[in-house]
């Protein structure tokens, strides 16, 4: 349930976390890359803390890709999917290393995007890639801003 690569994360000040790869469960090739670089992009974009090496790392957070669905959502007049929802669910885990406790853990965080296969006023047409890549920002945003109240 670790991320594969050892980054972490320093604030500027104090604490550090560490950024392993999410483990995939699901059979969806790469989305644990896709979820561990999202994850990263975000904490950096949000400049309270910086990478620095795992021995540095005063937290770490763990996490496991444990759902993927891509499903109807919605349907045309003519009886045809039109609307589809892509949804991710996540274990994840946030542990002071110093403290050696777990600061957070909800093994069921799970982000839903809606996305249109045609045009339909106000939306434009997008694919399941787009929804991923929606749902995937939604749960990196989630994961940092848990993370930067518990801490």
């Known amino acids: 349930m670790l991320f594969g690569f050892v980054t972490a994360w320093r604030r500027a000040t104090s604490p550090t976390r560490r950024s392993p790869l999410f483990e995939n ?50 349907i ?12 991710i669910g996540l274990d994840v885990t946030f542990k002071d290393q110093i403290k050696n406790r777990e600061v957070w853990h909800d093994p069921n965080l799970e982000k839903t995007a809606n996305y249109y296969v045609q045009s339909v006023p106000g939306q434009v047409a ?19 801003t848990r993370s930067v109240e518990s801490w």
Do not use: M, P, W
């Open 25 to 74: 469960a699901t059979t969806e090739y790469s989305l644990e890359q896709e979820v561990t670089e999202a994850v990263i992009r975000r904490f950096v974009e949000d400049n309270h803390l910086r990478v620095v090496d795992e021995r540095s790392a005063d937290c770490v957070i763990r996490g496991r890709i444990v759902t993927y669905r891509n499903s109807v959502f919605g």
């Open 126 to 144: 997008k694919t399941e890639l787009d929804g991923r890549k929606e749902a995937i920002q939604k749960l990196a945003d989630e994961i940092l």
């Open 76 to 87: 045309s007049n003519a009886a045809l999917a039109q609307e589809y929802r892509v949804a």
